[in-house]
């Protein structure tokens, strides 16, 4: 519940700064990774900022269909039982990107992670590193709050000191398009 509050108050804030007719590639510098966006989506970020975020408006509607995060954080904050599902110990700790050896170690922690959460391992997301893709898995997950059900996509990799977020939420859910979209637009960028 924590997770789709902070995000919809993220969403809620959100300054609109351009609407994209066609899709728009945004690259992030301080954390190194690009998002192309699709069409219809309406943009905010800052310039040397930790991401980007996102409405998407269907064409002819004046209501957006999903929001997305796409953010880089050093860290990730996890709770006693997500520690313990990923074998990290048994208290709640902050799991620094930088102490993470490898993108194998790394993918066994956060599906343990998710797991524990009783998230979906929904499918794999092809993430774009230089001439080469990475493979990384993806989770959905419903929640419902106030009689409305929310829908969400969520994928995380580790780039460098930094664990790089991907993270869609909607009311209606996401249809097989979209979630296919999602999980291939990521790139990592060089340093």
Partial sequence: MKRILIALVLLLALTICGHAEDAARLENKPYRFAFTFQPGTELAYEEDGVGFKGSHMPEGSQTPDYGILVYGSPAMQLSAGEAKAAKLGKAALMLQAKDVADDKKWTAIFSAIMTARGDKHAGDAQVKSGKTSVSVPYYTWEQTLGG????????????????????VESNNGLSKAQEAWMASKLELLAN
Wanted: charged share 10%; aromatic share 16%.
């Fill in 148 to 167: 409305h059900t929310h829908h969400a996509l969520m994928y995380v990799v580790k780039h460098g000191d930094a664990f790089i977020y991907v993270q």
